[in-house]
């Protein structure tokens, strides 16, 4: 069971500005705590982030017959990247859609999702726990058991 973690802009910033909107913990916090709990699940994890939209496109590209499941917080691309739409739809890997915050709870132009509707499921507002439930997710999408 391969997951691949994609990271849009900004995230790179998380913990080190607005806490008050995003937490005081950072990308390589989440990273560590996805690790951990991938290793229970017997999963293997590539967590990666990149301010570029097409880098993010390319990593998608890529994870054809690498990786089971994507799941990326695509940041603000999640509500303008019609590239990402696009290329999370052709490339066949089930996908989950993850934020931090409650997008829906925020401003009106945050509530609308350019990649949902390509994307298995979506989990919103849960801090940085919500990459752990996007794990679980990844998981049993794909019929994998813990082990143990
Ligand atoms: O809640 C989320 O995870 C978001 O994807 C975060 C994005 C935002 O554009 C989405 O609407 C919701 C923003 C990520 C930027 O993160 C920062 C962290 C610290 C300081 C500044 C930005």
Known sequence: MRVLFLNGPNLNLLGQREPDVYGKTTLSDIEARVRGRANSLAATVDFRQSNHEGELVSWIH?????FDAIVIN????????????????????????????????????????????????????FGPFSYLLALEAAVNINGGREQG
């Open 62 to 66: 890529d994870a054809r017959g690498k």
């Open 74 to 125: 695509a940041a603000a691309y999640t509500h303008t990247s019609v590239a990402l739409r696009d290329a999370i739809a052709g490339v066949g890997v089930p996908t989950i859609e993850i934020h931090i915050s409650n997008v829906h709870a925020r401003e009106e132009f945050r509530h609308h999702s350019v990649i949902a509707a390509v994307c298995r499921g979506q989990i919103t507002g």
